[in-house]
C-alpha cells in the first residue's frame, strides 16, 4: 500500500518512549554488545544527543515533562502512581499545562497513543489506550480477544519456544490475533495499524507509543532473545542478595515484583539486554511498516525513555529511584525530514526541550510557555547550549541533582530530606559529589574533599530550582488573576 499525503508543509510525529531505558546500555551509545543493530543503523540518519538527560526518576513527572516542555518543578507533578495526589493535581490544573497532544489537536492532526498509563495523560488525544482496548480502532484479527485465557496461553508458548521456530510462530499468531497485550509487538502491531487508518483519512498524526518491555519484571522476553545475551557468570541467588536489604518493604517488592522469575543476580543484566534487543526487533518491523505505507519519508521519529535504571548497584537491586546517572542519563535519539544527518551532540539536553523541538519541526506556532530549547538549532549552533541540568528526585522528600561540566551533585538540605519510603535505599549520602566524566558510575564521593566545587554547584542548584518555582507562582498567579477577571 502507497500512499502519499500530499499536505504541503506538514509532517507526522512518532514519540517512542522506552521505560525505564538507560543509555549505556545501547550500543548507539558504545556499549560492547549488540543489543540495539536497527536503532544504532536508524540513529546514522539523524542526531544522537549523548549528554540528555531526564529531569526525574518515576514515570508519571516524566512523561508529563517529555509530553508539555514543563519541568516537573514547574508544572507541579513531582510524585507518581498513587502518590500523585490531588494537592499535585491542583497545581497541575492551575499552572495552564498543556501537552503536545492538546496543542497539536489543536492544530488538526489526529493524536493517537499506545498507552496505559491513563488520568491526565489522555488529554488531547483522539485515541488512547492499550491494545485490547483500542480493538474497536482495529482492522487486526479479533478472534482471541474474546478468550484471553488462551490468548495468554499462546504468548507462554510463543515466549518458551525454542529459537528455530519462534519467527514462525510469531508470523502464524499475529495472523490469529495472538498480540493484545502489554509487550512491544502488540504495542508496534496496533500502533502501525492506527496509522494505517490515519493515512486513509488524509490526515496528518501524532503517535506516542509507551512501551514497558526494558521495565522490571524482566520475565515476559522470549527465548530466542534470551538466548542472544546469556549471562557469563550466575553469581548469588536473588533470594541471597535479598537478604541484605534491610527494608522489608523494598525485600518484599523486589522478590515478588522486580526480580520475580529471575534465579540469580547475574541474570538481571542479560535479561534486560534482550529485553532491549527484543524491542529494537520490533521498532524495525514498525518503521519497515511507515516506510510500506509510503509516510517515512515525511514523519520525524523521537526515540527516548522516561528514566533509566540502576537495576544492580553495590550487589544489591535498587530499581530506578534516586539521581544517579543509570537513571538519569537515558537516549534520545531524532530522524526526519528537516533533521541533520549522522550528527552526535554532546551538549547537555533534556526531557523539557523535547517539546519545543517537535513544534519547530511540524512548524507549529504557539505562545506557549516551555522550559526548553530547540534541540535541532542546538545541533547546529545557532542557539546557546546550557551550562548545566537540573533534576528533581521523585522518591525523596528534597532531593536534586545538577550536572554541569565534569561534575554532578546531589543534594538534600537535610537526612530526612534525602530520606525514601524504603529507609534510604537510593542514598549514598546527604551530599554527593561526582566527577562523572572519570567516576561514570559514581563510585567516589568528592564532596568531603572538594568543598569550594560542592559550594559553586549547591549555587547554581538553588539558582535553577528558585528559576522554575518562581516560573510555577507566576503561572498559577496568572491563572487565578483571569479567574478573577470573569467574576
Not at 518512549?17 to 550500543?27: Q, V
Not at 540518519?45 to 513527572?61: I, R
Not at 488525544?125 to 480502532?137: N, R, S, T, W
Not at 497485550?181 to 492506527?194: C, E, M, Q, T, V
Request: hydrophobic share 40%.
Amino acid at each position: 500500500m502507497s500512499v502519499n499525503l500530499g499536505m504541503a508543509g506538514k509532517a507526522n510525529v512518532v514519540i517512542v518512549i522506552f521505560d525505564a531505558l538507560r543509555a549505556r546500555n545501547l550500543s548507539t551509545y558504545g556499549y560492547s554488545l549488540e543489543t540495539d543493530p536497527y536503532v544504532k543503523r536508524l540513529s546514522k540518519e539523524g542526531l544522537v544527543f549523548e549528554n540528555f538527560y531526564a529531569t526525574v526518576d518515576q514515570t508519571d513527572p516524566s512523561i508529563t515533562t517529555i509530553m508539555s516542555g514543563r519541568h516537573p518543578l514547574t508544572h507541579g507533578i513531582l510524585r507518581h502512581g498513587a502518590e500523585v495526589t490531588r494537592k499535585y493535581l491542583l497545581v497541575y490544573k492551575m499552572t495552564g499545562t498543556l501537552l503536545l497532544s492538546e496543542i497539536l489537536r489543536r492544530e488538526g492532526y489526529r493524536t493517537i497513543a499506545v498507552d496505559w498509563i491513563g488520568r491526565w495523560h489522555r488529554r488531547g488525544y483522539d485515541v488512547y489506550g492499550e491494545p485490547d482496548k483500542l480493538a474497536e480502532h482495529s482492522s487486526q484479527p479479533k478472534l482471541l480477544l474474546k478468550y484471553p485465557k488462551a490468548r495468554r496461553l499462546l504468548e507462554e508458548v510463543l515466549i518458551h519456544s525454542p529459537s528455530i521456530l519462534y519467527p514462525h510462530l510469531y508470523g502464524f499468531f499475529k495472523r490469529v490475533g495472538v498480540f493484545w497485550g502489554k509487550n512491544a509487538p502488540s504495542y508496534f502491531n496496533i500502533a502501525l495499524d492506527l496509522v494505517r487508518e490515519t493515512v486513509k483519512e488524509g490526515k496528518h498524526f501524532l503517535l506516542l507509543i509507551h512501551l514497558w518491555d526494558t521495565h522490571t519484571p524482566l520475565n515476559k522476553i522470549p527465548r530466542y532473545f534470551l538466548e542472544k545475551f546469556k549471562p557469563r557468570e550466575k553469581g548469588e541467588t536473588v533470594e541471597e542478595m535479598a537478604k541484605r536489604i534491610k527494608n522489608p518493604l523494598w525485600r518484599k517488592a523486589v522478590l515478588e515484583y522486580h526480580l520475580k522469575g529471575i534465579k540469580y543476580v547475574g541474570e538481571v543484566e542479560p535479561r534486560y539486554n534482550a529485553a532491549i534487543s527484543y524491542v529494537d526487533h520490533y521498532l524495525k518491523e514498525f518503521i519497515e511498516g511507515l516506510k510500506e505505507l509510503n509516510i517515512y519519508d515525511e514523519t520525524y521519529i523521537v526515540l527516548t525513555a522516561d528514566h533509566g535504571d540502576n537495576l544492580v548497584r553495590n550487589g544489591v537491586f535498587i530499581g530506578h529511584g534516586g539521581l544517579y546517572q543509570d537513571v538519569l542519563k537515558v537516549p534520545l535519539i531524532i530522524v526526519g525530514p528537516e533533521v541533520p544527518r549522522g550528527v552526535r551532540v554532546r551538549h547537555l539536553a533534556q526531557h523539557v526541550d523535547l517539546l519545543p523541538t517537535v513544534l519547530s519541526l511540524l512548524g507549529v506556532k504557539t505562545n506557549y510557555s516551555h522550559d526548553g530549547l530547540n534541540l535541532v538549532e542546538l545541533a547546529r549552533g545557532e542557539v546557546e547550549p546550557r551550562e548545566s541540568i537540573l533534576a528533581v528526585s521523585s522518591t525523596a522528600n528534597r532531593r536534586y541533582a545538577i550536572v554541569k561540566e565534569d561534575y554532578k551533585l546531589v543534594y538534600s538540605p537535610t537526612l530526612e530530606d534525602a530520606m525514601d519510603k524504603y529507609s534510604g535505599i537510593w542514598l549514598n549520602s546527604v551530599i554527593e559529589l561526582y566527577n562523572i566524566k572519570r567516576d561514570p558510575y559514581e563510585k567516589e564521593n568528592l564532596a568531603p574533599v572538594e568543598p569550594a566545587i560542592v559550594k559553586e554547584l549547591e549555587r547554581e542548584l538553588g539558582r535553577l530550582v528558585e528559576t522554575y518555582m518562581r516560573k510555577r507562582r507566576l503561572l498559577i498567579t496568572r491563572k487565578l488573576s483571569l479567574r478573577r477577571g470573569k467574576t
